[in-house]
């Protein structure tokens, strides 16, 4: 089955850049997303068809989805971006999840 | 603004069937495709089935000899059923809606209904 591979944690000071990976075979060739999910709320669309923004969410949060990897970068990273992200994208009609990435700004 | 809104039993004995459904408001539930998808306590993410406005349904391969997804475009609402319930089935469930597969993504999401299995 298909499988979707993200980092458990990563870590970004305050205004820097924070990078979150997503591993998957040949995951270029599908359109890959992100959702932000904070503690005790339901997940939000960041990006979505690799690299689109939905009304709403800032500038900071850009997309790439190239080769295995597909990359959520946020630019300028603020306290309230901490939360959790995962990855999605679609295998023979179902839908996969990656297991998730706690960002943490220090 | 689209709206849906989960609503369960909150509490569900072992081997029973689990029953939710998912009202939507603000929109019509006779376009798009609309999703299952739960969280166990301090996990992640795990999609469970979908059904189309025209009836087409697709399951996770590890529930689908369990589950069943409906649609009732005159209430507005889906449901899902998951029979033979575990402890492993405790979970946050939420429904999302969606456009269309390959390629399509969740861009609106119910607030969660936690369902706890235990005698």
């Known amino acids: 089955s298909y499988e979707l591979t993200q980092p458990p944690s990563v870590s970004v000071s305050p205004g820097q850049t924070a990078k979150i990976s997503c591993s998957g075979d040949?995951?270029?060739?599908?359109?890959a997303c992100w959702y932000q999910q904070k503690p005790g709320q339901s997940p939000v669309l960041v990006i979505h068809q690799d690299s689109k923004r939905p009304s709403g969410i800032p500038e900071r949060f850009s997309g790439s989805n190239s080769g295995n990897t597909a990359t959520l970068t946020i630019s300028g990273t603020q306290g309230m971006d901490e939360a959790d992200y995962y990855c999605?994208?679609?295998?023979?009609?179902?839908?996969?999840f990656g297991g998730g990435t706690k960002l943490t700004v220090l | 603004q689209v709206q849906l809104q989960e609503s369960g039993p909150g509490l569900v004995k072992p081997s029973e069937t689990l029953s939710l459904t998912c009202t939507v408001s603000?929109?019509?539930?006779?376009?798009?495709?609309w999703s299952w998808i739960r969280q166990p306590p301090g996990k992640g993410l795990e999609w469970i089935a979908y059904?189309?406005?025209?009836?087409?349904?697709n399951y996770h391969p590890s529930l689908k000899s369990r589950v069943t997804i409906s649609l009732d475009t005159s209430k507005n609402h889906f449901s899902l059923k998951l029979r033979s319930v575990t402890a492993a089935d405790t979970a946050v469930y939420y429904c999302?809606?969606?456009?269309?597969?390959?390629?399509?993504?969740?861009?609106?999401w119910g607030q969660g209904t936690l369902i706890t299995v235990s005698s």
């Open positions: 999302a809606r969606h456009r269309g597969v390959l390629g399509g993504y969740f861009d609106y």
């Open positions: 999605q994208a679609w295998d023979s009609s179902t839908v996969i």
């Open positions: 040949n995951l270029g060739d599908k359109y």
């Open positions: 059904i189309s406005y025209s009836g087409t349904t």
């Open positions: 603000g929109g019509s539930i006779s376009s798009y495709y």
